[in-house]
């Protein structure tokens, strides 16, 4: 009796791994940076509606970067733009390709109305001198 219950669990126990290796383990994090060209700098944007803020109050990036600007939706449905730039990201375009000649302040706020909180949904990007 006490075989057939311990072969139960044995298999139970193996089914369960099996399942678990074949369907249920996150994907291992992906350096999306490292596929980029030498000399790119990748600024991701996450913005999320749990605060609505995106990751970052203030990106920072230096005269003469190029820049691959990335908007990433962690919850809710935001787009990123930053007028001055004339840039505008959203699940349809969501990244973009920029090149600083001259430091500045630049605002990215969130272009689509996401709740509560969207007009105060607003970050920094600040090119600094080489």
Do not use: R
């Not at 490292?34 to 913005?47: D, I, M, N, Q, R």
């Not at 990335?70 to 390709?97: F, M, R, W, Y």
């Amino acid at each position: 009796m006490h075989k057939w219950i311990m072969f139960t669990l044995f298999t139970a126990a193996s089914l369960l791994g099996v399942y678990l290796l074949a369907f249920a383990l996150p994907e291992k994090p992906v350096d999306e940076s490292a596929s980029l060209p030498e000399g790119t700098v990748l600024v991701k944007l996450v913005a999320t509606t749990s605060d609505f803020k995106f990751n970052e109050e203030v990106y920072t990036v230096k005269v003469g970067d190029k820049v691959k600007l990335k908007l990433e939706n962690k919850l809710g449905i935001h787009g990123a733009h930053i007028d001055a730039l004339n840039v505008a990201l959203d699940n349809d375009h969501p990244e973009t390709d920029l090149e600083f000649t001259e430091p500045g302040e630049y605002e990215i706020y969130c272009s689509i109305p996401c709740g509560q909180g969207h007009p105060t949904m607003k970050s920094k990007l600040v090119v600094e001198a080489a």
